[in-house]
């Protein structure tokens, strides 16, 4: 038996990629799991994996950053399998650009996807479990281009920031109701990155780091009663390791003897803050900063 054995999850976004290897995983595990995926074709064959294990999985091709179609999600759920456990937001898009050369379509689009396509279905799996008085599990879909920020991308790092701040306040709201969020911040190679993450290894029995795959046995932890106690967190996911991640924390503090600052006072005295952290001024490549990356 599974640690999902008796669960119903919905895994948005789902029809390739990490998404895809959450809906397998969870179902392994025992959850029935709703399958939503705007590429109908692609859904379906993540349903036929699933049920051809004998797993129960169904197809949902809403879009997700619809009020209407994350509501019917939530009821399909309910609909087939009677009860929904935890919801795995992941749907996501790609559109890099620098912002000066940036359309505000390009920007609409990413924010649209992603912070609206975990509004909606959290927002409807919440009322659920609180009319309900159910406990229940979310797991959003955060990124270190959003925790750290990456040259390219302050469309996607904004939502990705957004997503990881809505999941630690979602879980403060929702505690009273037994109900747990966490977000994961996993690395893997997928379509949208697949030219970040080098070649597929070759060798037999070689671990491939960076499989879409290793993301979601921690997911597929998550959602279930044994991490109950786990909640408001934001985790690294990638390969064979976990991180932890710690929120913005104040790391140096300058005081004006209890005066109001004369503006011109800050540049003999600002430095004081840098100094104190050991942070440099200027701007920096931040994504240099991450314990796991392909150099």
Not at 36 to 44: I, K, M, R, S, V
Request: net charge negative; hydrophobic share 45%.
């Amino acid at each position: 038996m599974g640690i999902l054995e008796g669960k119903v999850a919905i895994v948005t976004g789902a029809g390739r990629g990490i998404g895809r290897g959450e809906a397998i995983e969870l179902a392994a595990q025992g959850a029935a799991v709703v399958v939503n995926e705007l590429d109908a074709e692609a859904g379906a064959a993540v349903v036929e994996e699933i049920t051809s294990t004998g797993a129960q999985g169904v197809l949902d091709t809403g879009d997700v950053a619809e009020v209407e179609a994350a509501d019917a999600l939530v009821q399909r759920a309910l609909d087939e399998f009677g009860q929904l456990d935890a919801l795995v937001n992941n749907a996501g898009i790609l559109r890099d650009r620098t912002l000066v050369n940036m359309t505000p379509a390009e920007w609409d689009d990413v924010i649209r996807v992603h912070l609206r396509g975990h509004y909606a279905p959290t927002h409807a799996a919440c009322g659920y479990w609180k009319e309900q008085r159910r406990p229940g599990r979310i797991v959003c879909t955060a990124s270190t281009s959003g925790l750290l920020g990456n040259f390219g991308q302050s469309n996607y790092g904004a939502a990705k920031a957004g997503i990881a701040a809505f999941s630690t306040i979602i879980a403060q709201e929702m505690a009273r109701y037994g109900v747990t969020s966490n977000a994961i911040a996993p690395a893997a190679r997928t379509r949208m990155t697949e030219s970040a993450y080098g070649e597929i290894p070759t060798g037999k029995g070689d671990f491939d780091f960076w499989h879409p795959d290793n993301v979601s046995p921690f997911v597929a932890f998550l959602c279930s009663d044994d991490a109950a106690h786990i909640s408001g967190k934001v985790f690294g996911v990638q390969g064979d390791a976990v991180e932890l991640y710690r929120p913005f924390t104040s790391v140096a503090v300058i005081s004006n003897g209890g005066a109001r600052w004369d503006p011109a006072r800050f540049g003999a005295r600002v430095g004081e803050l840098f100094g104190e952290a050991g942070v440099p001024t200027g701007a920096e490549e931040m994504m240099t900063k991450l314990r796991y990356r392909m150099s």
